[in-house]
């Protein structure tokens, strides 16, 4: 796009130069062509350009979102997106969680902030061109029956309206049940929300194949 708008400048500061002196002759007649064949490749060249970096993205529509602090959910995203070929983004805190910060029915910080219906834990870092993805498929931890409040951060971040959602979570014992409930009321009526599921720590990359299989997201 820089090179269109530098070749359009270019070629219109020449017409008007030109314009401004007498009939172009012969010799400014030959470069007022050279110019006009110079603009017309550029926009090709751009074009090209353009049209394989929007085939590029088509590509990679799936993206696969996560949440972990003690490592279950993590190799579950990875096969996830590894199935599907998805690119894959880990949520990170921006004030990560200690071992204290996890120890739940202590009043730690992360009971504190399960209990704080305004707890938006900040994230570091952002998803570049949210816009090229069509389905999020979002992984967590049930903390307190719920989904970490560092979840709520992420789907309160990005326009998310068209796509289409899909919440797995991990956990000790408990399963989705309103965690993903609350997450989709977050979100706008446009959102597709499929169903979620929940995987215990032992889950193979089969599983997630399964898994996958069934919520056929083509
Ligand atoms: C603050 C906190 C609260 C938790 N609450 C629950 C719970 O309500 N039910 C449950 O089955 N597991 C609970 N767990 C266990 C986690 O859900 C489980 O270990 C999860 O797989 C951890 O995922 P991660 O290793 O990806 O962080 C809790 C863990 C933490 C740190």
Same mark, same amino acid.
């Given at each position: 796009m820089k090179n269109i708008i530098g070749a359009i400048i270019s070629f219109v500061m020449f017409v008007t130069m030109t314009a401004c002196g007498n009939v172009p002759? &012969? &010799?400014?007649?030959i470069e007022i062509s050279e110019a006009v064949n110079n603009l017309k490749k550029t926009v090709s060249e751009s074009d090209t350009e353009w049209s394989e970096n929007t085939e590029g993205n088509m590509n990679t529509k799936t993206l696969v979102v996560y949440f972990s602090c @003690? /490592?279950? @959910?993590e190799p579950l995203a990875k096969y996830a997106a590894e199935i599907l070929g998805a690119d894959i983004y880990e949520i990170v805190p921006e004030?990560? +969680?200690t071992e204290a910060d996890l120890a739940y029915y202590t009043d730690c910080r992360a009971d504190r902030e399960q209990n704080d219906p305004q707890a938006r834990p900040a994230i570091s870092g952002s998803v570049e061109n949210m816009d090229n993805y069509d389905t999020i498929i979002i992984g967590y931890p049930i903390w307190h029956g719920q989904a970490p409040k560092i979840i709520y951060t992420f789907? &309160?971040? +990005?326009? %998310?309206s068209n796509k289409t959602i899909v919440p797995f979570c991990t956990s000790h014992s408990s399963s989705i049940g309103s965690s993903a409930d609350n997450l989709h009321l977050l979100c706008d009526d446009s959102v597709t929300w499929l169903e979620g599921?929940? %995987? /215990? /720590?032992? @889950?193979?990359?089969n599983e997630i194949q399964k898994w996958i299989d069934y919520i056929d997201l083509n």
């Open positions: 002759n &012969e &010799e400014m007649q @003690t /490592g279950t @959910t004030k990560p +969680y789907l &309160e971040s +990005y326009d %998310f599921k929940r %995987f /215990g /720590g032992d @889950t193979s990359k």
